[in-house]
């Protein structure tokens, strides 16, 4: 199986029922304004599902939702698990649907994460167990709402972070340098990391809250897991780095010169 035949794994909030407006809880706090239960619409939630303030989320004290990502797990719900079903409109699907949108966005995060395993020539030796991977991960993703709900994902996960934890390896052995940095789940708040060369080297789970790291080097890093919220990544160069998403990305701050690898893009509020 090729990855171009996995779901995709990008949001199409016009295909999907604000899932994640509704499904998951929030807090009030700095990400979000107000606090909502899990099931429950959000307040700014209109009929037609879609968010009326979306063009002013930061601005009304939301950043949180600028920041989620479902890999495409929302419409994948929506349309195919559903096969179109709203919850408005057969409210009967309501619960079950809310709890497997979590379960389907854990695995549109895996087969992410697999897709890019895969094209990366160094993990050739791995491409026939990465496949492997993808094709029982993708047919997780195309099972009923019965088999989601209470799905395993946890167990499947594990299994995946070896092929995950070995293709870094090979792909880091590649990085210059003799010794690769070792950060793997530090504490780096507020580190002072500018300009620092972080090529092949393992942040897998990182707290970089708020760290600096302006003009770092971060090519072929492993950031899987990497908390990157307010890190400042404005003129790193993350071109090649392992693992990185666009939640990482739209959690961060950063610039025009931040280099970037297809096909993450630079999030709207970046200056």
């Not at 993808?134 to 997780?140: F, G, H, S």
């Not at 210059?176 to 393992?202: E, Q």
Request: glycine content about 8%; charged content about 20%; hydrophobic content about 40%.
């Amino acid at each position: 199986m090729s990855p171009t035949s996995t779901p995709a794994l990008k949001a199409d909030c016009a295909n999907c029922f604000a899932l994640c407006c509704v499904a998951l809880p929030f807090a009030k706090s700095h990400d979000f304004a107000v606090n909502k239960a899990a099931g429950t619409p959000c307040k700014n939630l209109r009929q037609d599902f879609r968010c009326g303030i979306h063009t002013a989320l930061r601005d009304k004290g939301f950043p949180g939702c600028t920041v989620f990502d479902c890999f495409g797990a929302g419409q994948q719900v929506s349309q195919v698990t559903f096969g179109g079903r709203d919850w408005r409109g057969d409210p009967g699907t309501a619960r079950q649907m809310f709890e497997v949108f979590p379960v389907m966005r854990q695995l549109h995060e895996l087969l992410h994460y697999l897709t890019e395993a895969l094209a990366r020539p160094a993990a050739a030796p791995l491409h026939d167990a990465l496949r492997a991977a993808l094709a029982t991960t993708t047919e997780a993703t195309r099972a009923d709402a019965e088999t989601l709900a209470p799905f395993d994902v946890g167990a499947l996960r594990q299994e995946i972070n070896t092929l995950l934890l070995e293709t870094s390896e090979l792909v880091r052995a590649h990085a210059p340098g003799r010794k690769k940095k070792n950060h793997r789940g530090a504490d780096l708040m507020g580190a002072r990391l500018s300009g620092a060369d972080l090529r092949g080297a393992n942040l897998r789970g990182a707290y970089l809250i708020a760290a600096d790291l302006s003009r770092a080097d971060l090519r072929t890093a492993d950031l899987i897991g990497a908390d990157l919220r307010d890190t400042n990544l404005r003129g790193a160069d993350l071109r090649e780095a392992l693992f990185l998403t666009q939640p990482q990305l739209n959690a961060a701050q950063g610039s025009p010169q931040t280099k970037l690898p297809p096909p993450l893009t630079r999030p709207a509020h970046w200056l």
